[in-house]
C-alpha cells in the first residue's frame, strides 16, 4: 500500500539556524512528491515538487528538498530558518505516469517552530 | 489569496441538521477536490470532480453528498451527520487531474458536529 510517513510530529529550531524536516514514502513506480505548507487558519499552499531530473529541487520561500531513491526520502531542507516559517508542513506522493487522476496520498505532518 | 474561495469559514451543527458548504475557484481550472483535515491525521481525499464528473468517491459514506454544477464550484452538502465527522474541511482545485499538477486550496471549513 502506497503511504507516506513523517516521523515527527514537531520541529523546533532556533532563527537562523538550519532545518530539516524528514518525509519517507512507500509506493509502487515512479512517485511525484510534493510539499506543502499550511499557516494557521489557512489552507495548505504548495511549496516544490519533484517529478523528475535534478534530485535537489528548489522551491518557495527558500525552501528546497532533495529526493533520495534509494533511502526513498523527500526531506524539505532550509540553510537559515525565519520565525515566519513556523507552520504545519505535509508531504505528499502521487504516483507517475500510472497514476491516473490526481490522487495525492498526504503525511500526517511535522509542525515546525523557528525560535527567536 | 489562493484564488479558491470556501463559505462558511466556521459551521456548528447538530446531527440532525443539512446543511452546505461551498468552494468556489476564481483559477479557470478544471479539477476540484473535497478533502478532510482531522487532527493529527493525515489529510483524507473525499471527492475529485473533473470538469463537472465525479472521477473518485473514496470511500465515504453517504452522508456527505457532493455536487459540481460547473468547473468553478463545488458542494459538500451534509445530513445526519455524526460528532466524528468534524474536522476542517478543505476544497481545492488545479488545472486538471494530471499527477504532477499542484493543488491550490481554500482556507477549509472548521466544522464541528454537536
Known amino acids: 500500500a502506497q503511504s507516506v510517513a513523517q516521523p515527527e510530529d514537531q520541529v523546533n529550531v532556533a532563527e537562523g539556524n538550519p532545518l530539516t524536516v524528514k518525509c519517507t514514502y512507500s509506493v509502487s513506480g515512479n512517485p511525484y512528491l510534493f510539499w506543502y505548507v499550511q499557516y494557521p487558519n489557512r489552507g495548505l499552499q504548495f511549496l516544490l515538487k519533484?517529478?523528475?531530473?535534478?534530485?535537489l529541487v528548489k522551491g518557495s520561500y527558500g525552501f528546497e528538498a532533495e529526493f533520495n531513491k534509494s533511502q526513498t526520502s523527500f526531506h524539505l531542507k532550509k540553510p537559515s530558518a525565519l520565525v515566519s516559517d513556523s507552520a504545519l508542513y505535509f508531504c505528499?506522493?502521487?504516483?507517475?505516469?500510472?497514476?491516473?487522476?490526481?490522487?495525492?496520498?498526504f503525511g500526517a505532518g511535522t509542525r515546525l517552530a523557528v525560535h527567536p | 489569496e489562493t484564488g479558491v474561495t470556501q463559505t462558511p469559514r466556521h459551521l456548528v451543527m447538530g446531527m440532525t441538521n443539512k446543511k452546505s458548504l461551498k468552494c468556489e475557484q476564481h483559477l479557470g481550472h478544471n479539477a476540484m477536490y473535497w478533502y478532510k483535515q482531522s487532527a493529527k491525521k493525515p489529510l483524507e481525499l473525499m471527492f475529485v470532480?473533473?470538469?463537472?464528473?465525479?472521477?473518485e468517491n473514496n470511500s465515504v459514506p453517504s452522508r456527505f453528498s457532493p455536487e459540481c454544477p460547473n468547473s468553478s464550484h463545488l458542494f459538500l452538502h451534509l445530513h445526519t451527520l455524526q460528532p466524528e465527522d468534524s474536522a476542517l474541511y478543505l476544497c481545492?482545485?488545479?488545472?486538471?487531474?494530471?499527477?504532477?499538477?499542484?493543488?491550490?486550496f481554500g482556507s477549509g471549513t472548521q466544522l464541528s458536529v454537536l
Open positions: 470532480y473533473s470538469l463537472e464528473e465525479r472521477v
Open positions: 505528499a506522493v502521487t504516483l507517475g505516469v500510472d497514476g491516473g487522476y490526481n490522487k495525492l496520498i
Open positions: 481545492a482545485s488545479s488545472h486538471g487531474v494530471q499527477s504532477n499538477e499542484k493543488l491550490f
Open positions: 519533484y517529478i523528475t531530473g535534478d534530485n
